[in-house]
């Protein structure tokens, strides 16, 4: 199955909900669907990645342009917009081209605030690592690594780019998903 970037290109807002229009089939239109009626939605985070929160856990992620309209039509449709804690960028920390160790201390911090154990850090460092790396070593990012550049490195880092088993996307996908709503304000704090 064809892996895309992970927004939608052209969205839209109604009364109704939003609609998602993408380029071509692949595995993140398949999995945010073209459609997401609001009563599909938990919340909405507006901020620097915008995003939908479905109550079935799925995360749907829009450009950053759609920020204000995100905002409107969410506030129009009773939908809550709150802030999920960046959980991914935390996590993705150590993979920026960037001196880890000035930050480390806060970072670990936020984590086990978020019910992160130690353990439970490496074991994810260690499943994304290889991936996060070569992903950085082609982006040279300094600032700040999250969900999407994660499901980026996960779509280009491959022994076929671009190209994976659905079930192997949606499992990971899925998994991601679980653990950035660990950030959200009485979220679980496991996955």
Do not use: K
Not at 43 to 49: I, L, P, T
Not at 95 to 103: I, K, M, P, T, V
Not at 149 to 176: E, I, K
């Amino acid at each position: 199955m064809r892996i895309e970037w992970p927004e939608a290109p052209d969205v839209r807002f109604d009364g109704e909900g939003v609609h998602l229009a993408w380029p071509r089939p692949g595995a993140e239109a398949r999995y945010c669907g073209a459609a997401v009626p609001w009563r599909a939605v938990r919340d909405v985070d507006d901020r620097s990645s915008p995003q939908l929160r479905l109550h079935d856990g799925r995360t749907v992620f829009l450009g950053r342009d759609t920020a204000p309209a995100l905002r409107a039509a969410a506030a129009d449709a009773g939908v809550p917009c709150v802030f999920r804690a960046p959980v991914w960028s935390w996590l993705l920390e150590p993979f920026l081209d960037s001196d880890y160790a000035a930050n480390r201390d806060d970072v670990e911090h936020n984590l086990r605030e978020h019910g992160f154990t130690a353990a439970e850090t490496r074991r994810i460092r260690r499943r994304v690592g290889a991936r996060m790396t070569a992903y950085n070593l082609l982006m040279w990012e300094w600032f700040d690594l999250d969900q999407r550049d994660l499901l980026n490195a996960w779509r280009l880092v491959r022994p076929t780019p671009t190209h994976a088993p659905w079930r192997s996307y949606r499992r990971f996908r899925q998994w991601t998903d679980r653990i950035a709503d660990r950030g959200r304000p009485g979220g679980p704090l496991t996955a």
